[in-house]
Every structure is written in structure tokens, then in C-alpha cells.
């Protein structure tokens, strides 16, 4: 190693002990073992007991989702879903196109 790196190595440790040792000098405590006031059990309880008691902090209606029946179908879902799989448009990208202008060829009626 060439004198300069030593330099460097001296200053740094330096640098490491004299940072240590003035984190010391403000009082913070190193790190300490963690005690339990609460046995396994009880946190156990507690825990059930929450998930019983659902989600009070949401902002939604706390009654369970229903699903509405639909006035279709399932054939013309179906259908719907086919003829929407099977457009030669259904992959087109506006920025494909100059302007992200689709032509007018390629749009469909109600878009």
C-alpha cells in the first residue's frame, strides 16, 4: 500500500471511533432485549377478537356484498364477448397512428 492510502485508512477509522464515541456522549442506549407483558395467549385472544370484530377502520358500508341478477342471458354475454374477441380492432393502439388519430376505417360505431 502506498503512503496516501494509509493516510486515508488512518483518517477514516479515526473518523468511525470519533463518530462512535460521540454517539455514546448523547446518551443513546445501545439496544435493548425485548420484554413481554402480555403472554402468547392473550395476544392470541385479542387478535381473534379483531378479526371478529371486521374492519372499523374502512369507509364502506359494513354490509356483506350481494350480487344482483342480470336481465341477460348467459348466451348473449357470451356472444358479446366472442364478436368483442374476434374484432380485427380489438388490439389497436392510438399512438400507432400519426397524431393518435385511429382513422376512421378502423373505429367502431359508438366509440
Known amino acids: 500500500m502506498t503512503r496516501s492510502n ?8 479515526l473518523l468511525a471511533a470519533s463518530g462512535a464515541s460521540s454517539a ?13 407483558v402480555t403472554s402468547r395467549s392473550d395476544v ?8 371478529r370484530g371486521g374492519n372499523v377502520y374502512g369507509d364502506v358500508v359494513a354490509a356483506p356484498l350481494r350480487s344482483q341478477p342480470s336481465s341477460r342471458d348467459r348466451a348473449s354475454i ?7 374477441a374476434h374484432a380485427p380492432n380489438q388490439n389497436l393502439d392510438r399512438r400507432a397512428f ?3 388519430e385511429v382513422p ?4 367502431t360505431p359508438g366509440r
Do not use: K
Not at 24 to 36: E, I, K, N, R, T
Open 24 to 36: 455514546q456522549a448523547q446518551g443513546f442506549a445501545p439496544v435493548q432485549p425485548l420484554a413481554a
Open 6 to 13: 494509509l493516510t486515508a485508512a488512518l483518517v477514516l477509522s
Open 98 to 100: 400519426v397524431n393518435s
Open 78 to 84: 357470451r356472444a358479446e364477448a366472442v364478436a368483442a
Open 44 to 51: 392470541a385472544a385479542g387478535a381473534d377478537a379483531a378479526a
Open 104 to 107: 376512421p376505417q378502423f373505429q
